[in-house]
């Protein structure tokens, strides 16, 4: 605390905020202790049951809801850029725990720490620009007053699949011609070749790795789409409750699981159909790199129509 006090960060953060931030640095050293040791050691999971392995993605993401229930109930005078910090470093978390059950043993913490720094980076002034342009209260649920999005959890989780189904369809728009783009041979040679390094072999942490230029597409597409969709609700007068702190953990708890080694995971929590859940449906694109260019199904075949390709692939279909 008086190593904070000393840069004068109430320029930047609440007295809350600062509260939080020591015991998210400490979640975040534990977490990257882990893949220090994970990569140092080799160290992979012992025989295991899909069960098992389920049963310890869900303790995670409903320890990352419980954890951040806490620190918003003990220290409520926080942003909505504030999220962003504490999402990023349970998806990471969740990326560790999918890394250490793959088949693979390393991914180069240096050149995560590029991509965590990016997408957190995208998300602070995205989020605060939100913020800025429609007020905290009018949108976010208090979830320290009230603890709505945890009482009533089911209302809660319908708002977060609207969310994402809408938002992903916006992202998409931006997203997918630009992915398109970095699939032609020459950006694909020099630039975005990297990112698809982890084919076949992948793990939660490759959501984290790639070249400047994909995190940035990555990263922005998806803020300006979710902005996008909150801005319709903003004119359609139904911003208010729309998004909570638990089920923004959670979201991005979830979107890790694009790039897992295991397929069953990305069904587990999003029980939709595949062509439409972004998160099977970008796995696959990792699996057969000239496939499904987008977020869904629905946003290919339009841009398939549009540019006269033909990328969807069924996301339960083998590599040949």
Not at 16 to 28: C, L, R, T, V
Request: charged residues 15%; hydrophobic residues 40%.
């Amino acid at each position: 605390m008086e190593i904070l006090q000393q840069l004068d960060v109430d320029k930047f953060m609440t007295a809350d905020e600062q509260s939080q931030a020591p015991y998210a640095a400490m979640a975040f050293g534990t977490i990257i202790l882990c893949q220090v040791l994970l990569n140092a050691l080799e160290v992979k999971a012992p025989g295991h049951s899909q069960f098992v392995e389920k049963g310890v993605h869900y303790f995670a993401l409903f320890a990352i809801l419980f954890l951040n229930l806490v620190l918003d109930t003990s220290y409520p005078d926080i942003s909505f850029a504030w999220w962003a910090v504490k999402g990023f470093i349970g998806a990471y978390g969740i990326g560790v725990i999918d890394f250490y059950f793959s088949e693979i043993t390393n991914v180069p913490i240096s050149e995560t720490m590029v991509g965590l720094s990016i997408w957190v980076g995208t998300y602070m002034l995205a989020n605060g620009a939100v913020s800025h342009w429609f007020g905290n209260d009018n949108f976010v649920v208090n979830t320290t007053n009230d603890l709505y999005d945890y009482t009533f959890f089911p209302s809660s989780y319908a708002r977060m699949f609207l969310k994402m189904a809408l938002g992903g369809f916006f992202s998409d728009m931006l997203f997918n011609p630009l992915h398109r783009l970095q699939h032609h041979r020459h950006g694909y040679q020099h630039d975005h070749k990297h990112h698809h390094q982890y084919t076949d072999k992948l793990c939660g942490l490759a959501f984290f790795t790639g070249t400047f230029t994909d995190h940035v597409i990555m990263s922005c597409s998806v803020a300006l789409g979710f902005m996008a969709e909150m801005y319709m609700f903003h004119c359609l007068g139904f911003l208010h409750g729309y998004m909570s702190s638990g089920m923004y953990h959670f979201a991005w708890g979830l979107a890790t699981y694009a790039h897992s080694h295991n397929e069953n995971l990305s069904t587990m929590i999003l029980p939709i159909p595949e062509e439409q859940n972004f998160i099977t449906y970008h796995r696959m694109h990792h699996i057969d790199p000239k496939c499904n260019m987008g977020f869904t199904k629905a946003g290919d075949q339009f841009f398939d129509w549009l540019f006269g390709q033909e990328t969807c692939r069924k996301c339960n279909s083998k590599t040949e």
